[in-house]
């Protein structure tokens, strides 16, 4: 009985051999040709793989550059741009970075791509700049380190230095010029940030994590990790003071633009102020307490809450938890303050929202031109409120004739740290309530008419 079994056994594997091997219109040398040929074939779809993401990136990087800029890049996989705010290179073939000395390595014969930048988007600014580590970039072809990790998206350099811990400088330097550079990568990139702060990278997680897919990479957790890219972008795109020209961002993103991707990132449900449909419109009051301080706040919010508002005072640590506080600026009509950085949350108010500045004296051009100007882009309207001299502390720490009062220019040409020593460290407010009143009745008009075809 057993060996009846065994019999059959010996049957079923034969008959599957000759399946296997009489069957196939293949030769057994053939076959071993065909499974050669697979392993092959399998190998191949990488190096195919791998060259569409090199053509890739090629495409996305150039549209970084124009002229002379792209036609370098194109030629030598190599380009660097600078101007007076920031400076900008490009590497189109693979890369090997170095964190402990971040370092990076691009293949090239040319002897221009040595150099050394800080990729921070205040290159005119001393004070900021020396609070960013330096970059070095050198030519890769030899003593090129091994690779430890290897990715398969472009990498991004940038420093989170400089003027960090300041909400205007974080938004201007950082945050605007690093989605004007890598909006159009579609996510497909990965961040790597020098001078890399846990707090700073946690408070724009909701930014950082809409422009790319990946987690950020400190290279000062990595030790001497080298990570290797198949190319790079290191530095940033600058525009201006909260600004974003179209024409010279790749995708055409404007700051409407930036503002509607603003609005994705952190969830904000309104997009006009229209939409808004309250009894007492909401109206942020931006509360100093070191400098450019009104000493009658409190006679300031009463008025305002005369007038139909529901005022709400904000003070700096309300600001710091941006998520809450961005949540908080997309639901008001209207935003006051004093020139300075707060003014910067105008990013998150709906569009038709109204902003209020409070110009202190000698502070005209840099109020327009760092909170004012960008209003009209962003889709917010704009009314100012310029003190009078009598309004200014600076009045009874000098007097009525002082140049500081009456020629706040000659001031400005001791140098920009003699003026701010001045206007805007040692100045307080004391606002004129009945003549603020007309500004604030000007701003609730202006909700008022305010719907999205406006």
Known sequence: MALGATSLVFLFILTCLYAALFTSNLTPFESWKQKLSDRRGIHNKKADRSIEINESVKLLLRRLVRGEDRIKLDTTGFSCHTDLHS???LVNKPVRIDNSGLTIYVPSSQSYVNRTLKPYANRDDGTAMSRVSPVKIVNGDVNAPACRITH??????????????????????VIIP????????????????????PWWVSKYSKVLTHLSHY???????NGSAVHCFPGAVIGLVYHGKLALNATGIPGGYSAFDFKHFLRESYNLKIENVSEIKREKPILI?????KSRVVSNENEIVVMMEELGFEVVVTRPNKMSNLNKFAALVNSCSVLVGAHGAGLTNQVFLPDGAVMVQVVPLGLEWASTNYYGAPTKEMGVQYLEYRIEPEESSLMQTYGRDHPVITDPASVFAKGYYAARAVYIDAQNLKINVKRFKETVVQAKELIGRSSPLN
Not at 152 to 173: C, K, L, M, R
Not at 181 to 197: A, E, Q
Not at 215 to 221: L, S
């Open 87 to 89: 400076e900008l290179c």
């Open 152 to 173: 398969d998206a472009p990498a991004v350099v940038f420093s989170s230095g400089g003027f960090t811990g300041n909400v205007f400088h974080e938004i201007n330097e």
């Open 178 to 197: 690093l989605f004007i550079t890598t909006r159009h990568f579609r996510s497909r990139l990965k961040f790597l940030i020098t001078d890399y702060k």
């Open 215 to 221: 987690e950020a990479i400190n290279p000062a957790a």
């Open 285 to 289: 009051l931006i509360s100093r307490k």
